[in-house]
């Protein structure tokens, strides 16, 4: 009986003694980090993981630096996992500090950010002749022709189109993916209507008109709310009357609208970045991206020709460039 005792009280202690090894009062948090990708642009949502940091407490607490200049840019949480968009230094380098309630690490990772704004990646000849319209649902793009008057779905890679369809009506001037559904403006005489549409059928599921002068252009969606530009033609120009973006539910109740940037008369296209919008106006060489409370003018780019519609995928903006083009442009945002 006392070789059995032995014997389990000499297990304990080995089993004792390898835990006071990893567990001891004494041993400092160790800060990891890792961020994907590793490059991007303006538009691209970062992720930065802290989570495989190590310490003795479970309750371990982490602060970040986004430019690691020391001034941390968050308060301590338990967050060890952020997302964050970057916008001024090419070779961003960020800090995590952990603290285990007592003492901390830090860990540092870079990543790269293509800031040549304006600068064109990719010029592709597009599928469809006289395009005048361009959103995509993220993996494919839709354009619209001047000419067809058609919708069509279009491979990014090949430009090749694959499928088409009529619009709601008749003539459409933008068209926006919530998430879920097509949104597509579509001119009426005199007027405007905005169709939901679905994207299996192409049937509209819904719709509500809007009051403004012919050709309204541009369409954006954030997934809950629409925007909408107006555009003002030369009978009332001279009262020094400017276009308008307007913001809608998704039945048809109006926000806000504001004043299209820089005082001009007509929104061409609109797109959304997941956080703010972008705008293409008649007769501009420059993007405008802009508050979507208010159409505070955040930025501008620019761009080689006029930008006839705009639309952002894979963390860049597609352009078509120039009225009736036959091709669109990857531009660094």
């Known amino acids: 009986m006392r070789l059995v005792v032995a014997l389990f009280v000499g297990v304990l202690s080995v089993m004792l ?3 006071s ?14 961020i994907s990708p590793a490059s991007g642009t303006v538009l691209t949502d970062f992720t930065l993981d802290a989570s495989a940091s190590e310490g003795v ?42 603290k285990d309630g007592s003492e901390t690490d830090e860990a540092t990772a870079q990543l790269a950010l293509d800031l040549r704004h304006g600068h064109v990646l990719a010029t592709n000849v597009s599928p469809v002749s006289a395009t005048w319209v361009l959103g995509n649902d993220g993996t494919h793009f839709w354009a619209s022709s001047w000419n067809t008057k058609r919708i069509y779905k279009v491979d990014p890679a090949t430009g090749d189109t694959l499928e088409s369809h009529d619009p709601p009506s008749g003539w459409p001037t933008g068209i926006a993916w919530d ?5 597509v403006t579509d001119y009426l005489v005199r007027g405007t209507a905005i169709c939901q549409v679905d994207p299996a059928t192409w049937q509209t ?6 009051q403004y002068s012919a050709l309204s252009g541009g369409l954006a969606s954030d997934g809950e709310y629409l925007y909408h530009g107006s555009n003002i033609y030369d009978d009332v120009r001279s ?29 061409c296209g609109l797109a959304w970045d997941g956080e703010n919008l972008w705008v293409s106006a008649r007769e501009a060489d420059t993007l405008y991206v802009v508050d979507p409370e208010d159409g505070d003018v ?3 780019v620019a761009v080689p020709d006029l930008a006839r519609d705009v639309t952002v995928m894979d963390d860049h903006v597609w352009a078509i460039c120039s009225d009736f083009s036959e091709e669109y442009r990857k531009i660094v945002p």
Request: proline share 5%.
């Open 57 to 98: 407490s479970r309750a371990l607490q982490f602060r970040w630096d986004w430019e690691n200049d020391g001034d941390w840019d968050t308060d301590w949480s338990s967050q060890s996992t952020m997302t964050h968009r970057f916008a001024s230094v090419e070779n961003v380098t960020v800090a995590v500090e952990v």
């Open 179 to 183: 998430g879920t559904s097509f949104w």
């Open 205 to 210: 599921l819904s719709s509500f008109p809007v």
């Open 17 to 19: 003694a390898g835990c």
């Open 21 to 34: 090894s990893s567990t001891s009062p004494d041993a400092a948090p160790t800060a990891e980090l890792e």
């Open 298 to 300: 955040l930025r501008t």
């Open 239 to 267: 009262n020094g009357a400017t276009g308008r973006i307007h913001k809608y539910t998704t039945d048809g109740t109006e926000i806000t609208s504001f004043p299209t940037p820089a005082g001009h008369n007509s929104v």
